[in-house]
């Protein structure tokens, strides 16, 4: 059973940097493409960054080019999220995600991904 398990959230001032990181068990890590999601309170999980399952492929939303960094190490089964710049409507829950390559290769879409971690909070303040 995959499971996957985040850490690395926290308080950061606005123009700093985080990292988060997302070790996948249960299955092989290059099976799958990974992604992060974030939720701010009342509005929609929306999908930040994708990779595909080599590394080779990189995807990002708009609001987040040039200061989130999405990366990962197959032999590890860790993936990150680099972020830096932080802006105060980075404020979020933050969610790993990871969907079979087998599944899907559509990495950049939400529908691709099947399995969840728990959670990370990240805080912005000014």
């Given at each position: 059973q995959v499971q996957l398990v985040e850490s690395g959230g926290g308080v950061e001032q606005a123009g700093g940097s985080l990292r988060l990181s997302c070790?996948?068990?249960?299955?092989?890590?290059?099976?799958?493409?990974m992604g992060w999601f974030r939720q701010a309170p009342g509005k929609e999980r929306d999908l930040v960054a994708g990779i595909n399952w080599s590394g080779a492929g990189t995807w990002y939303e708009d609001s987040v080019k040039g200061r989130f960094t999405i990366s990962r190490d197959n032999d590890k089964k860790v993936a990150y999220l680099q972020m830096n710049n932080l802006e105060l409507e980075d404020t979020a829950e933050y969610y790993c995600a990871a969907g079979s390559r087998y599944y899907s290769q559509s990495y950049w879409l939400a529908t691709a991904y099947g399995y969840w971690g728990q959670g990370s909070q990240v805080t912005v303040s000014s």
């Open positions: 070790i996948l068990s249960g299955d092989t890590f290059s099976n799958f493409n």
